[in-house]
């Protein structure tokens, strides 16, 4: 099994909606981070959670992090069409020295003029 | 604002041939990254860099890659005989890992490159 795994895997909502996206992990973190994808570009950071933090915001983003759960959240308020893009997690584990970032799998957003 | 930026942004190689991709990290970063994305799979580290050696590989950076950080400003990622199975595209991305002696280690990506092993 994975260590980041979003669910759900595609989401579909009206213009104007909130939509809501998952992400569950495994093993002990130092920060959470979310970024989004256009799709075949590159990757843009959007905000970044530590362990010792329960929510942040950032304009219409929400993220949530549940350290005893192991999951965290994405909420988009009032959403746009140029949301329309993929949404991953990435994990930063808590060993020191050890930067690298573990990505979820995804979740492809979908918003409907 | 200032951003991570990758050279070439599409390459097209033959099997067996030698690519170099390039990399300009943010100029106060300390910590240089690439990563690697198979289409409709998920992002995938390869190396991270600091202090002039790898700081960390996968499995994947075996001894066909390597990295280097030629002078102040250039990060290069060297796959030396290119596989069908590399085509990707691939990240670099930096970060400064500790803010305000803070650690927060937002990584910041550049746009990739496309890289297609015929």
């Known amino acids: 099994s994975q260590q980041g795994e979003e669910d759900p895997q595609a989401l579909s909502i009206q213009e104007g909606e909130n939509a809501t996206m998952n992400c569950s992990y495994k093993t002990s973190i130092n920060n959470l981070q979310w970024y989004r994808q256009n799709s075949g570009r590159g990757l843009v950071h959007l905000i970044l959670i530590r362990s010792n933090e329960r929510e942040k915001h950032s304009g219409r983003l929400r993220v949530t992090l549940d350290t005893s759960k192991k999951s965290s959240s994405l909420l988009i308020t009032a959403s746009r069409a140029a949301d329309t893009a993929s949404y991953f997690c990435a994990t930063e584990p808590s060993n020191f020295g050890n930067e690298k970032l573990t990505f979820g799998t995804g979740t492809r957003l979908t918003i409907i003029p | 604002e200032p951003e991570v930026t990758q050279t070439p942004s599409h390459q097209v190689t033959q099997m067996g041939q030698e690519v170099i991709l390039r990399c300009v990290p943010i100029s106060n970063h300390l910590y240089f990254y690439w990563y690697r994305q198979i289409l409709g799979q998920k992002v995938e580290f390869l190396v991270s860099f600091y202090n002039n050696e790898i700081s960390e590989k996968s499995e994947i950076f075996d001894d066909q890659f390597s990295v280097e950080r030629p002078d102040g400003s250039n990060f290069t990622l060297k796959i030396r005989s290119t596989k069908l199975e590399d085509s990707a595209m691939y990240f670099c991305?930096?970060?400064?890992?500790?803010?305000?002696?803070?650690?927060?280690?937002?990584?910041?990506f550049g746009p990739g490159t496309r890289l297609t092993v015929l």
């Open positions: 991305a930096s970060s400064e890992v500790y803010r305000d002696r803070v650690r927060d280690n937002e990584q910041f």
